[in-house]
């Protein structure tokens, strides 16, 4: 199928003779309306050459501030857009990134494409969004993007399964930019994500802290990544701590409230001495916290909750919920940042080391854990 940006040069191509394609008006679309305001009326307000305004648009350094600032204002007042199609002629860019992401009905997805989307409007760049739901979808994705020309790809699908290998091992032999949300460190692979490991270790050494030694935990879905890594860090947390946690002192949710309900209950019936519990996300923590208080436990002393997400209702509560703050929209941004960086320095040959960006998560104290907090 024939791009956007390979039909407009088709087009130019064939309505021009190869003197005229290399003196043509780049910031033009030859498809505009010719009514329309060009560069060449911004120059010639702003009183600069055409250069000029195009230097201006593409941010170059070597413009006056004063200039620039000027010649931005006219842009304004003129309502002057220049074509989009041929800006990425003129730039070699397409000003799109594909982003894949799963689990929009989660929280987490949705906060970080939320902080992608924004940092992205930011920079000037389109998205081309792709969601997915197995690993057998990897592949068409990825050729999808392929052939619409992306800049990049964000792939922030949490590394369920195998649903990665097939595209890591393809990453030494692809020319197009990827960075990766939520995994562990790899070599050779561009990465932005939340210390999970940490985070839930910070919520169980917390528990610890307050002379729970009764520590339960229930856990995502044991396919996610951030759910193992969740999972490692309660049991390393107590076993530091002098504590043994054994198999059935951990339940298995799949982030869903109705799930963290129906944890809670096992727990009470296989561990019925359990006088704390980390909860693999909020949404979960909620429900064991609601059915503990059904039950008539008086909420810390008798079981201490805490969370993990840090979602908006978890501070609204009665108690409110101690929980450990990721911030996805950071991450999201930093991905879309990244990103923008690694494909200025292709177009001017720089190389740029492979860097993993690690955000390290919050404790946020609430009464679930701390009476009064």
């Not at 390979?6 to 043509?24: K, Q």
């Not at 008006?25 to 050459?49: C, H, M, Q, R, W």
Request: aromatic content about 8%; proline content about 3%; glycine content about 6%.
């Amino acid at each position: 199928m024939t791009s956007v940006i390979e039909f407009a040069i088709m087009f130019v191509s064939a309505h021009v003779s190869a003197h005229e394609f290399h003196s043509l008006n780049i910031f033009e679309d030859p498809l505009a309306d010719k009514n329309k305001t060009t560069i060449y009326d911004v120059a010639a307000k702003a009183g600069v050459s055409r250069q000029t305004v195009s230097r201006v648009l593409n941010n170059r350094q070597d413009v006056a501030d004063e200039t620039r600032s000027r010649v931005k204002k006219i842009m304004v007042e003129m309502s002057y857009h220049p074509s989009a199609i041929a800006q990425s002629l003129s730039r070699q860019k397409s000003f799109l990134f594909g982003v894949v992401i799963s689990g929009l009905k989660y929280i987490g997805p949705s906060r970080t494409l939320n902080g992608i989307t924004n940092k992205a409007q930011e920079l000037g760049y389109g998205l081309l969004l792709k969601e997915i739901e197995s690993a057998d979808n990897v592949q068409p994705v990825f050729q999808w993007f392929d052939s619409h020309q992306v800049d990049g790809i964000i792939w922030a699908v949490s590394e369920i399964g195998d649903n990665r290998s097939w595209l890591i091992d393809l990453l030494p032999k692809i020319d197009i930019p990827i960075i990766f949300l939520t995994m562990g460190n790899r070599e050779n692979v561009n990465f932005v994500s939340v210390d999970n490991y940490l985070g839930a270790k910070m919520a169980t050494e917390h528990l610890v802290s307050l002379g729970k030694k009764n520590i339960g935990h229930i856990s995502g879905p044991l396919e996610w990544w951030e759910a193992r890594q969740r999972k490692l860090g309660w049991q390393d947390a107590l076993i530091a701590a002098g504590f043994d946690p054994k198999e059935e002192h951990c339940r298995e949710g799949n982030w869903s409230s109705a799930s963290g309900e129906q944890a809670i209950f096992q727990l009470f019936d296989s561990y019925p001495q359990m006088d704390a519990v980390f909860v693999g996300n909020d949404q979960m923590a909620q429900s064991a916290l609601r059915v503990a208080l059904k039950r008539g436990l008086k909420i810390p002393e008798d079981l201490a909750v805490i969370g993990f997400d840090n979602l908006l209702e978890s501070a609204y509560l009665y108690p409110s919920l101690s929980t450990i703050f990721q911030d996805l929209q950071l991450s999201g941004a930093l991905a879309v940042q990244k990103m923008a960086e690694m494909i200025q320095a292709r177009l001017e040959n720089k190389s740029m080391q492979l860097t993993p960006t690690i955000i390290k998560p919050i404790l946020v104290v609430r009464e679930s854990t701390v009476r009064n907090a």
